[in-house]
């Protein structure tokens, strides 16, 4: 009997997580095999059902087509992986929302504690929704449990963070140059008011400072803005407070923001600057995409494991009530063939004299048919389906 060619997405699938990095470029089938023995555990119902030769030749021809190279790769190889329903899309549009208007509502709350030019830096215990996340952190707890009914409902994995600290390097990066910037911009158009407070280089100046400075009637360059001020400077504040003060963002978040110091920039005619926040952005947006992709696969594979453990639960549930089902009719049975058997020697006692009732055999054992050795009906209760 042929045996029929294992599924190539179910290979992917299940050895996603094994070719990454370096190991993505393997090409040989010997190092294939070897890095899937390995991992032979994680593998153990793939390679029950393919066993490890096919499921090799399968990982090595996908290796050789470079899927396992990126996600867009993947995606482009099997597009339904990284199907999501009009219903998900909205529950993750509406994630990403929620939590921007948890980190609006966090900056606002630190800027109205800022009084004049002295800031002040409040404990981030005293700051609601403050914090400073390591690396497995989620935000917030709403966010966290947004779209959860029940303690088992599985969570989902959006919004899109990236990991802290290259946030951190990123705004922190950003800052840096709107700071330079400004002071560029100050010494070519208003230099009196460096020498006045005696700001003698960019590090001397806060980017909150020069958000005071700056106004429509400062320069006419500051015109120049693609949207009002107002919305510029605000989105420069929080630029500053989520660096200084260790806000978590969304990734979209982090974009926008990166986005809003390039127009920032090219306003004031800082071209090289803004080349530079531009090359962040193109390779931040890269990054999230790549983020999407995977997160979107990998619940598409929860997905399709936990419907598959549903089957086998049910299966399971099948077993547990035929089971039930058995040692009840079987004791009814053996109770009725009993029953029918003292009923058999009643009526000979009321039939017969009693010498010929005591010369009738004993009464049989009516259940022997339907029993075995006592170790082939313990092998047959305990036995255990295979699934």
């Given amino acids: 009997m042929l045996q029929s060619d294992p599924d190539e997405r179910l290979i992917y699938l299940a050895c996603q997580h094994i070719f990454r990095g370096t190991n993505s470029q393997v090409r040989k089938l010997k190092a294939v095999k070897g ?30 087509s470079q899927v396992f190279d990126s996600t867009l790769n993947a995606r482009n190889r099997f597009p339904e992986l990284f199907d999501v ?10 994630s990403e929302k929620e939590a921007a208007r ?71 990066t950003i800052q840096e140059l709107l700071e330079e910037s400004c002071f560029e911009f100050a010494q070519q158009h208003f230099p009196q008011l460096l020498t006045a407070n005696g700001w003698d280089c960019p590090e001397a100046v806060e980017l909150t400072e020069w958000t005071k400075i700056f106004s429509p009637q400062s320069h006419p360059l500051i015109n120049n803005l693609r949207f009002p001020l107002d919305a510029f400077i605000g989105l420069l504040r929080e630029l500053r407070h989520s660096a200084v003060h260790r806000l978590r963002k969304t990734a979209a978040g982090i974009e926008r923001l990166a986005e809003n110091a390039q127009l920032f920039l090219e306003a004031l005619e800082d071209t090289n ?115």
């Fill in 85 to 94: 329903s009009p219903t998900l899309s909205a529950e993750r549009e509406a």
């Fill in 273 to 387: 600057r803004s080349e530079k926040v531009e090359g962040l952005r193109r390779e931040l947006r890269s990054a999230i995409e790549e983020l999407k992709r995977n997160k979107d696969l990998f619940e598409r594979r929860l997905h399709v494991q936990l419907k598959e453990i549903q089957n086998k639960r049910s299966e399971l549930d099948i077993w547990e009530k035929n089971a039930k089902e058995a040692m009840i009719r079987e004791d009814f049975e053996c109770s009725r063939d009993i029953s029918q058997g003292l009923e058999i020697i009643v009526q000979r006692v009321q039939l017969k004299d009693p010498k010929e009732t005591e010369e009738e055999k004993p009464m049989p054992d009516v259940c022997s048919d339907s029993l075995d050795s006592e170790e082939e009906f313990l092998d047959a209760a305990l036995m255990i389906p295979q699934f």
């Fill in 102 to 172: 948890d980190e609006a509502n966090t900056v606002r709350e630190i800027s109205n504690r800022e009084v004049s030019k002295d800031i002040t830096v409040t404990s981030h215990t005293e700051v609601e929704g403050e914090q400073t996340l390591g690396d497995n952190q989620v935000t917030s707890a709403k966010c966290s449990e947004q779209g959860r009914s029940t303690a088992s409902a599985v969570r989902s994995l959006y919004p899109v963070y990236i990991h802290y600290r290259s946030q951190h390097m990123l705004l922190t």
């Fill in 35 to 64: 890095l899937i023995k390995q991992n032979k555990v994680a593998l153990t119902d793939i390679l029950r059902e393919y066993n490890i030769d096919r499921t090799s030749a399968v990982a090595k021809k996908l290796l050789k």
